[in-house]
Structures are given as C-alpha cells and as structure tokens.
C-alpha cells in the first residue's frame, strides 16, 4: 500500500477543448520528449480516444493526464469494446505522489461505466498489476506487442470470456512499434 500523505489535493477531469497546451504542456515535462505529446494530439485529432482525463491541483495546475484509446478487434472476440491505457503523464515534480495511480483508477471506472469490456497496457510489469491488468490475460490477445509488459485488464465478463482476440491499435500508434 502506498503512503499518500504527500498526495496533493486534486480534481479529476474530462478534458476540455482550452486543456489541450496545458496537457501537451505536462506530457512533455513527464516524458522528456516530443513522441507522446505527438501520439495524444494525433489520437485525439483521429478521433481515437474513448475517454481523456486530467488532474489539477487545487490551484488549478494540470498535474496529470491518461488517455484511453479505441482497439479494434477482431476474430472471435470482434464485438468486445477494448481500449488500450496509454499514455499517463505526472509533472516530474508530482511523480510518486499518488496523482496518476489516481487517475488511472479513474479511467478504469468511468470506462466500466461506458460498457468496455477490455483494457490493454504496455508498460512496467512492476506497475500496472496493482490496477488489475494481468500478463497471463493479455496471452490471449494477439497484438504487436507480448512479453511481461503487455498486459490485459477485463472489465467485464465479456473481457475474461470472449477471448482469444487479434486486436489493432489505432493507427498513431504506428509510431511506435
């Protein structure tokens, strides 16, 4: 269990259309580079993103951001709503203090809410679990990416049960493969 006294007070929100420097603004300063930025704004101009979130202080800085994206499936496990968690970004100075396991679990629960049946993620196998996602459960989705850092979380019955699925991201994801 982590220690959140050093958490700070924040809110959790959709963006809007005025977030969108102050959002580019904190994925630069988290990754140290132009590539997310890039992959967000193309994401969300592709019409990509299922769900976009960020956190502001109580001063209303914008401390953090998660979006979610569209995968399309396909196969026998076609008809499931899948998205994929990437990328999250925390202001190098706010990192480690619980902002964005925060929203991260956030996400998951209004994505439960819009019905999706599936999340994948690539990212630190050291991380993710403590959300659910699970290296086992993504073995079942065929997709560029294996190994221990992709991993599957369900979000509902449909998630566990209509597996196998070949999946495809959507296409700024390109970028990085």
Do not use: W
Not at 48 to 58: G, N, P, W
């Amino acid at each position: 269990m982590s220690d959140l006294s050093n958490t700070p007070r924040i809110s959790i929100h959709p963006v809007g259309a005025g977030d969108e420097a102050a959002v580019a603004d904190v994925i630069r300063a988290a990754f140290g580079q132009e590539a997310e930025v890039r992959l967000v704004h193309n994401l969300r101009h592709c019409g990509a993103l299922v769900l976009e979130l960020l956190a502001r202080t109580d001063d209303g800085r914008v401390a953090g951001h998660v979006a979610f994206s569209r995968v399309t499936g396909a196969g026998a496990g076609h008809r499931l709503q899948i998205s994929c968690l990437a990328p999250v970004s925390v202001h190098p100075d706010l990192q480690r203090t619980g902002i964005g396991s925060a929203l991260i679990r956030s996400g998951l629960e209004d994505l439960r809410k819009l019905g999706e049946d599936l999340v994948l993620v690539l990212g630190p196998p050291a991380y993710y679990p403590r959300f659910g996602f699970d290296a086992e459960l993504a073995k079942k989705v065929q997709a560029p990416y294996a190994g221990a850092a992709f991993m599957a979380l369900a979000l509902s019955d449909a998630g566990n049960r209509d597996l196998p699925v070949e999946v495809s991201f959507a296409s700024p994801f390109e970028e990085f493969e």
